[in-house]
C-alpha cells in the first residue's frame, strides 16, 4: 500500500492550491484520512482529518480556509486551500489509516510522500 499526494506549489498571499492523495495497492477498508504539515524547524502538525463517515475536524488556524473531503470509491483525500497564508508554507503530507488485503498485515498508518507548498509574494 502506497500513499501519492499531488498538488501544491508556490501561490501568493491570498491565493489558493489544492492537494490530492490516492491510496494505491491492496486495501480492504481506509479508516481515518488525513493532512498533516511540517513547517522548517517546527514539528509536524495535524491540519484537517476526515473519518470515513465523513466527519472532518480542522486546526484553527485553517478554519475557514481549508476544505477536506475524501472520495472512498477512489480512494483519495484532497484538501482545498484557499486565502492562503505565508504561515501556510510547509511541506504537507498525506495520511491514512488502512487494513490491507494482504493476510498477516495488520492495520497500520501510512503516510505520502511530501508536497511543498509555498505561500509568498
Known amino acids: 500500500v502506497q500513499l501519492q499526494a499531488s498538488g501544491g506549489g508556490l501561490v501568493q498571499p491570498g491565493g489558493s492550491l489544492s492537494l490530492s492523495c490516492t491510496a494505491r495497492?491492496?486495501?480492504?477498508?481506509?479508516?481515518?484520512m488525513a493532512w498533516y504539515r511540517q513547517a522548517p524547524g517546527k514539528q509536524r502538525e495535524l491540519v484537517a482529518d476526515?473519518?470515513?463517515?465523513?466527519?472532518?475536524n480542522y486546526a484553527a488556524s485553517v478554519e475557514g480556509r481549508f476544505t477536506i473531503s475524501r472520495d472512498n470509491d477512489k480512494n483519495t483525500v484532497s484538501l482545498q486551500m484557499h486565502d492562503l497564508k505565508p504561515e501556510d508554507t510547509a511541506v504537507y503530507y498525506c495520511?491514512?489509516?488502512?487494513?490491507?488485503?494482504?493476510?498477516?498485515?495488520?492495520?497500520?498508518?501510512?503516510w505520502g510522500q511530501g508536497t511543498q507548498v509555498t505561500v509568498s509574494s
Open positions: 495497492g491492496s486495501i480492504y477498508q481506509i479508516y481515518d
Open positions: 495520511y491514512a489509516d488502512i487494513l490491507p488485503w494482504d493476510i498477516g498485515v495488520k492495520r497500520q498508518d501510512y
Open positions: 476526515i473519518s470515513s463517515a465523513d466527519t472532518s
